[in-house]
């Protein structure tokens, strides 16, 4: 009787640790949507052919209370979860929703490496999947993004209220309507891939849901643009939608992942 109480009290100490190191602050999911006529516009030979003319998955991040992302997982620095499912186990566990990943999260950046789909998807799980509310069970996870990503309801090339062209538009234009479109403010993500030029380019749209299983309700993120977005003076915050990029030819280059958060 004594064990039994001396092991309740261990899990219950454990149990108090996890959630001490998750923490509170963890309050509200990012679901990042990217462009990647943004993310391939000066280099277009690194990427994927064809290159996607929709928005893709970046990831699906636990987000702390100030809209900076939960630390990934460490044993020693955040053991956020107890015995979270390894980044090279999860892909096994994909292989039903495995077509519905290659077309709506694929890695846009090609490789001499195998497989960099799935090389993409153990880096989001690794960095943001095992600090989430399914650190044991990947499936559900990454069905959630899915979801979210696929909804009309959510498509940015529906709720920015503008098409891709030649012509820049203020960030504060394209908060506003998606705030007039869903409701609440998403945050924008910028990129600046001229050399030398201060031009932002609209690189990810970025929605936040509380947080919930699965999560569905949306929420103000409470940052509206990244700091790349605020590198330049705020009259000179306007951002291209560049077209769709189409390209011919594929080229071998050196490996690098999109994922780098």
Not at 12 to 41: D, H, M, N, R, T
Not at 75 to 90: F, Q
Not at 123 to 129: A, D, K, L, P, V
């Amino acid at each position: 009787m004594v064990i039994k109480q001396i092991l309740a009290f261990a899990a219950a100490v454990v149990a108090s640790l996890v959630v001490s190191a998750q923490g509170s602050e963890f309050e509200f999911y990012k679901l990042s949507l990217i462009w990647p006529s943004s993310v391939c516009f000066s280099t277009p030979q690194n990427c994927i052919s064809p290159i996607p003319r929709i928005f893709t998955i970046h990831g699906l991040w636990p987000t702390l209370k100030n809209g900076t992302a939960l630390p990934p997982y460490d044993p020693v620095d955040n053991n956020c979860n107890l015995s979270p499912v390894a980044p090279g186990d999860i892909v096994a566990k994909l292989t039903s929703i495995r077509a519905r990943l290659q077309t709506k999260w694929p890695n846009l950046i090609k490789g001499n490496r195998p497989n960099p789909d799935e090389l993409f998807w153990q880096i989001e799980w690794s960095h943001h999947g095992m600090c989430s509310d399914y650190p044991q069970d990947p499936l559900p996870y990454f069905t959630s993004a899915l979801n979210l990503a696929e909804s009309d309801k959510y498509d940015p090339l529906k709720v920015l209220g503008v098409a891709p062209s030649s012509t820049p538009h203020p960030i504060d234009t394209l908060l506003e309507n998606v705030k007039k479109n869903v409701g609440f403010y998403p945050q924008i993500s910028c990129s600046r891939p001229i050399k030398g030029s201060n031009q932002l380019y609209l690189r990810e749209v970025r929605l936040c849901f509380k947080r919930a299983m699965p999560p569905s309700a949306l929420q103000n993120c409470p940052d509206d643009m990244d700091d790349v977005c605020r590198s330049v003076p705020p009259l000179d915050r306007n951002v291209m939608f560049p077209l769709p990029i189409t390209t011919s030819s594929v080229h071998n280059v050196s490996w690098e992942l999109m994922a780098s958060a």
